[in-house]
């Protein structure tokens, strides 16, 4: 059963991607990130130290991989800020995991809640632009 459910969970995850926006995958990968953090510190409170590590490891893929989409202008103060929030939550999550320290893992569900609510802010007729900001 749960192979199922896995399987239909991975069709759908392609379907939405299939026909997101990069604005959505952003949003997508955004939720993705906070939902792994979740999770990470569920195992960590629970003493899981193999699912911590391969959760925080997947939370740090996300990040990575949103960071590595950046678009840096010479004179982007966003794109600048985004770069350096995503570095704080690498290290914070490398931290978490090295000293099982769930308490970090809030610090870095705030900043992804933050940059996820302002991502969801951005106003429909705006999406264009954000592909280049993310």
Known sequence: MR??????????????LA???PHKITQMLLAGALERVAQ???AIEHNN???KGEL???AIGIIQGLRNCLVMDDDSEVGTNLSNLYEFMLASLTRANVENNAAILDDVSEVLRTIKEGWDAIPHDMHH???HAS
């Open 56 to 58: 925080i490891g997947k």
């Open 49 to 51: 130290t193999a699912a």
């Open 40 to 42: 990470s510190k569920y």
């Open 3 to 16: 192979g199922s459910l896995q399987s239909y969970r991975k069709v759908s995850l392609d379907t939405q």
């Open 19 to 21: 026909d997101a926006s």
């Open 129 to 131: 632009i954000t592909a």
